[in-house]
């Protein structure tokens, strides 16, 4: 069965504290991994797309990258407008459907 | 573009009664999808419809739940009747799907609707 986790479920860190977001998957045939950001009360808005191991995306704070078997989605010098809950999803091989982790919780303290 | 419309955003119900939730995708985009979001049990999609046809319906929890896509640009969620277990987040989202061209598109979510079954 095609499977998405993240960890952790929630991390609080300190305005500055760098750190990374994990997304590991098990599927048949993986073609694209996705990050979303979640805001409270509002739907997930597109962050990246990765498509193969070793690729890297870069969005301000953000960069994402992908192994054979996970996503990191490394944060830099976070800033209290970086909370919100980080949401990973895979397309497998003749699926049009996301398949989406449980999200990881980020919390950036001024 | 004034982005995924939903409505409406909160709904409060009681047992037994029916409910609609309402799509208004992006112009232009070809492909929609219903997801359901609660807290254990993440995102889950219910129903995906390509050029208006629906797909894939294997997430629909049961014969409660119904979907239409009458056009391009409206599609509603109807649960029939309703039970404690369906409140939840449902959103609605829309992309634009190239022929072939699998793994490409990116989703567009609307807002969602709460909706809480009393």
């Known amino acids: 069965e095609d499977q998405v986790t993240q960890s952790p479920e929630a991390l609080r860190l300190q305005e500055g504290e760098s750190s990374s977001l994990n997304c590991s998957y098990t599927v048949s045939g993986l073609r694209g991994l996705f990050w979303y950001r979640q805001d409270p009360g509002k739907g997930p808005e597109f962050l990246f797309t990765?498509?193969?191991a070793g690729e890297e995306k870069e969005k301000e704070r953000l960069k994402a990258t992908l192994t054979k078997k996970e996503s990191f989605l490394h944060i830099t010098a976070p800033k209290p407008e970086d909370s919100a809950t980080y949401l990973c999803?895979?397309?497998?091989?003749?699926?049009?459907?996301?398949?989406f982790g449980q999200g990881t919780r980020l919390t950036i303290n001024p | 573009d004034a982005g995924v419309i939903q409505s409406p955003r909160h709904e409060v119900t009681e047992m037994g009664q029916e409910v609609t939730l309402r799509c208004k995708p992006i112009?232009?985009?070809?492909?929609l999808f219903w997801y359901r979001q609660t807290m254990m049990r993440g995102l889950e999609l219910l129903i995906y419809?390509?050029?208006?046809?629906?797909?894939?319906d294997s997430g629909m929890p049961e014969d409660r739940f119904s979907a239409k896509m009458p056009n391009a640009s409206f599609s509603t969620l109807k649960i029939q009747p309703s039970e404690p277990r369906d409140s939840a987040v449902y959103f609605c989202?829309?992309?634009?799907?190239?022929?072939?061209?699998?793994?490409?598109?990116?989703?567009?979510f609307g807002s969602g609707t709460q909706l809480s079954v009393l």
């Open positions: 999803a895979v397309r497998i091989q003749g699926a049009q459907k996301l398949v």
């Open positions: 990765l498509y193969s």
């Open positions: 989202a829309s992309s634009q799907r190239r022929q072939g061209a699998f793994g490409s598109e990116k989703l567009f």
């Open positions: 419809f390509n050029n208006n046809v629906p797909i894939d």
């Open positions: 112009s232009g985009h070809n492909s």
